[in-house]
Structure formats: structure tokens, C-alpha cells
């Protein structure tokens, strides 16, 4: 189960008791996967079932876990049959291979789906049912066993998935999850050294998402004291560090400040909850099949530029974070900088910063905007309501590109 405790949130006229949850046991560094083995032992595993994305047997990243494995005679059975952005019958295949391999271990190593299907397939093997009869629109079925123990290893800096009770899989048109305490990883290993062979698109791709976690938790209507901390710091982090991690991919500091950044914007979303952004890039990815990491990157600053004036001063915050100097802004002026330099940040790591790029066109928009509304349970979230006006009108301007903070502010250089 999850580590937690209460928070009081002071408000006008009494107090607000909020948990904050996170994984049991977080281990992090350089080298920290080399603390495998001590955790395999805390569990007293016989058999470990090893959800890993394929890709890690061509970069040799599993070389040394499985030998690890087999010089402590351990048995483990490697499972590779996923996919980016999975679909509910690649998960469900993963739930039918575990429950088959008798293990009692799961370790889930890879990017934000090979976690999302080992989380989801860890707690299904011990209850009945397939991932659609639990997913949070359409599910009728509820969790009642905690499933096996599981460890979570990512070696991309941007999911977060390590560090959430959340499993997200992709629909016909659009995306739906399944959440519960029970998806919560009983261990963490946060290595940077696993990151240091990601090809830059990947690289930025997961940074941005990181960002927008960041972001959207700091902004959300149920941000806490310490989900802004750790927002605060993860913005910093990986606004100062994606540019050189992106095309320097071996600069350690860089990976390692990713990496930080990144279980610190897990952190504070897992808690505080992402909204706009992510309920518009649902069905992006579902539709278009658009990566997660770049459907938000695409949709963050027009976003942004929708609900600011509503966060005003939190958006002055976050431009220092962001590394925007006052230089004689006002509090209008420096919000509006966020959302400029957010745009300008796509560009310099690489990235598409409109929707036309992905092949999508205005007669899309209205299927698009008809899927996002629809996630109700992250917009909720949002400082400023969301209609399906307003959602047509995001869509319509991160299409052609065109941000109204624009028309007020020239192009703002970073770090002005």
C-alpha cells in the first residue's frame, strides 16, 4: 500500500485535510539499479515476473538485471509484447501472462506504458475480470485484492508512472485509466543512468510531459503547500536541463537533474492531479495516436494561455522557475512571458508547437474537443472552467499556432 499522511490546507474560514501518497520505498542515484537485488530479497521472491520494453534488450539494459538474476539463482520470466500508448487488449494480455507464470514479484522496467501495463497487471492477477471492466469512464467492476508486489524502474525522465496509483490505456478515441491505491508501487528506483541512452526526441518528448506535470499539479485547484514545493523545484529542474539533455545526452548532470525533476513532478501530480492539458491530449493520442509526452508538449502553451488570467500570481511564480527575469514586468506582462517561453521551449528542444504538424486539420477539431470534454475527472482540476466552447477554441489555436499573449508581448528571449 501507499506511504501516506495528512496535510491541514489553511482556508478562509477553517482548514482543508488533504493525503499525500506516494510509493513505500524510493531509491535514487547513479547506480541505484545495482540496489535490485536488496529489494528482490525484502520480498522474498521465488519467481519474478520482468515487464520490460523491448527496446532494453536491444540497448543492453537488461543484460545485467537478468545476469544479476541468474547468478543468484533466482527464476524470472521476461514479458516484452507492449506498445506505446496501449491499447486495453495489449494489457490484457499482459494480466493473462502474469496470472499463467505463477510469480509473486512483478518488476516493471521501461517508459510510462510498460509501468502503466506492469502496475495494472500486478493487481489484476489476484482479481477477477480484464483491464476494461476497471477503467475509470466505462468499468463496472471494483479492486478488491492488492495483487502482487511491484517494482517500478523507469529509465525515461517524464511519466512519472513510477509514482502513481494510475494506469492509462488508449480507446478507439480516446484514452481512459484505471486508479486505485492498489496500482502503487512498493519500491522505486530512480536511476539516471538508464536515461543516458535516450535519442533526443524521446528525450524531449518525456521532459516536456515532465514539465506539464509540473505545471498543471502547481496550478491545480487542489495544490497543496507541499505539492507547489515540489512542482516549484521540478520546473527548475528541468527547465534548466532539458536543452542540454536533449542534445547532449551525455551530460550527467543534465540526465541526473532530468531525473530529479521528474520524480518530483510525479510527486506533486500524483497528489495535487494534472487537468487541461492532459484531458485535451487524451483524445490527441487516442484519435491520432500522438505520443502522450508530445500530445501535452503540443497543447501546453495554448493552454496556458487560456487559463493564466485566472492563476495570475502563481504564473508570476512560475516564471522564475521558468528562469524569466522581471526586468520591469508587470504581474499581466510576466504570466504572458510563461506562455511565450513555454512555446519557445518546444522549439529549441524540437518539438511540433501546433496540431497541423501531426496532420490534424479543422475538420478534426470538433471529434477532438467532443473527446476532450469529456474527461471530466481532470478538467475538475482546472483553475479556470472548461466548456466545449473554450476546448474548440484551444484546439482551434494550438491547430494554427496562434497564442494571444502574442499579440501583447514580442518574442521574450530566455533568461531576459
Known amino acids: 500500500m501507499a506511504a501516506s499522511f495528512k496535510l491541514f490546507v489553511l482556508k478562509k474560514g477553517g482548514s482543508t485535510v488533504k493525503t499525500f501518497r506516494s510509493p513505500k520505498k ?6 541505484s539499479v545495482k540496489n535490485l537485488l536488496h529489494l528482490i530479497k525484502e520480498y522474498q521472491a521465488v519467481k519474478i515476473f520482468l515487464f520490460a520494453d523491448p527496446i532494453l534488450i536491444k540497448l543492453g539494459v537488461l543484460s545485467s538485471i537478468e545476469q544479476t ?3 543468484n539463482q533466482i527464476q524470472f520470466e521476461r514479458y516484452t509484447d507492449i506498445q506505446p500508448e496501449p491499447q486495453v487488449f495489449i494489457g490484457d494480455g499482459a494480466v493473462k501472462a502474469l496470472r499463467k507464470s505463477g510469480a509473486d514479484l512483478v518488476i516493471g522496467i521501461g517508459g510510462g506504458s510498460c509501468l502503466d501495463i506492469a502496475k495494472a497487471a500486478a493487481v489484476l492477477a489476484k482479481n477477477e475480470g480484464s483491464i476494461a471492466d476497471y477503467l475509470n469512464l466505462s468499468g463496472s467492476k471494483k479492486l478488491t485484492e492488492q495483487g502482487l508486489p511491484k517494482i517500478m524502474i523507469p529509465t525515461t525522465s517524464g511519466t512519472g508512472a513510477e509514482m502513481t496509483d494510475i494506469a492509462v490505456f488508449s480507446l478507439e478515441e480516446t484514452k481512459d485509466v484505471i486508479t486505485h491505491d492498489y496500482l502503487l508501487a512498493d519500491a522505486v528506483i530512480i536511476d539516471p543512468e538508464l536515461t543516458y541512452s535516450l535519442p533526443p526526441r524521446v528525450t524531449a518528448a518525456s521532459g516536456i510531459d515532465a514539465l506539464t506535470h509540473a505545471i498543471e499539479s502547481y496550478l491545480s485547484i487542489n495544490a497543496t503547500v507541499l505539492t507547489d514545493t515540489l512542482a516549484l523545484e521540478a520546473v527548475e529542474k528541468i527547465a534548466s536541463s532539458i536543452r542540454t539533455a536533449v542534445w547532449q545526452g551525455g551530460d550527467r548532470e543534465a540526465r541526473s537533474s532530468m531525473s530529479w525533476g521528474s520524480m518530483l513532478a510525479g510527486l506533486s501530480f500524483f497528489n495535487a492531479g494534472v487537468a487541461g492539458v492532459h484531458a485535451l491530449a487524451y483524445p490527441l493520442g487516442g484519435l491520432f495516436k500522438v505520443s502522450h509526452g508530445e500530445s501535452n508538449a503540443v497543447l501546453l502553451p495554448y493552454v496556458l494561455d487560456y487559463i493564466w488570467p485566472s492563476c495570475l500570481h502563481k504564473m508570476t511564480i512560475l516564471a522564475s522557475a521558468l528562469g524569466i527575469r522581471r526586468n520591469g514586468k508587470s504581474d499581466r506582462e510576466l504570466a504572458q512571458s510563461v506562455v511565450l517561453e513555454i512555446r519557445n521551449l518546444m522549439e529549441d528542444v524540437g518539438l511540433p508547437n501546433t496540431l497541423q504538424a501531426y496532420g490534424i486539420t479543422e475538420k478534426d477539431l470538433e471529434k477532438l474537443a467532443a473527446g476532450g470534454i469529456k474527461q471530466t ?15 474548440k477554441q484551444v484546439y482551434h489555436a494550438a491547430l494554427n499556432g496562434t497564442l494571444k499573449a502574442e499579440g501583447v508581448l514580442n518574442h521574450v528571449p530566455y533568461n531576459n
Open 26 to 31: 524510493i531509491v535514487t542515484g547513479e547506480g
Open 69 to 71: 538474476l541468474d547468478e
Open 377 to 391: 475527472r481532470l478538467l475538475a482540476r482546472s483553475p479556470k472552467t472548461f466548456q466545449l466552447q473554450d476546448v
